[in-house]
Every structure is written in C-alpha cells, then in structure tokens.
C-alpha cells in the first residue's frame, strides 16, 4: 500500500491536493489551458470565417460568369 510523503503535492491514493502551493499551481495551469483552447477556438473560427467569404466569392464569379454567357 502506497503512502504520501509529507513533501507530497498530492495524495498518493486519491490525487487530492495538499498544499496550497499545488493548488495554486494546478488553477495556473488549468487557466493556461483554458486560454489556449480559447485561442484555438477563435483561430479556428476566424480560419473558417475567411473560407466560407471566400467560397461566397468564388461562387459569386461562377453565378456572375453564368449570367454573362446566357445574355451572349
């Protein structure tokens, strides 16, 4: 059976935080993560954003070159 140090962060048995220390630590990286995510959520939308407008204009041409024909 495992024990926890007295140097421990966390309970060896069921990964409770024992200091404040690590408490503290562990809302950093929670937070940085978060904030990543965030950015990766916005990066991606901004990444589709641009691809849908640029499909709305390639499709505007085609409609666009469609209408010049027929009245040829």
């Known amino acids: ?4 140090n007295l140097d421990s962060q966390f309970c060896s048995k069921c990964r ?3 200091s404040l220390e690590s408490y503290n630590d562990v809302l950093r990286r929670q937070k940085e ?3 990543e995510i ?3 959520a916005e990066s991606q939308s901004n990444e589709i954003k641009k691809i849908r407008e640029d499909m709305e204009n390639k499709i505007q041409q ?6 010049i024909e027929k009245t040829h």
Request: charged share 30%; glycine share 0%; aromatic share 0%.
């Open 1 to 4: 059976m495992s024990r926890t």
């Open 16 to 18: 409770i935080v024992l």
């Open 33 to 35: 993560k978060d904030a």
């Open 38 to 40: 965030k950015q990766l």
């Open 62 to 67: 085609i409609l666009l070159k469609i209408d």
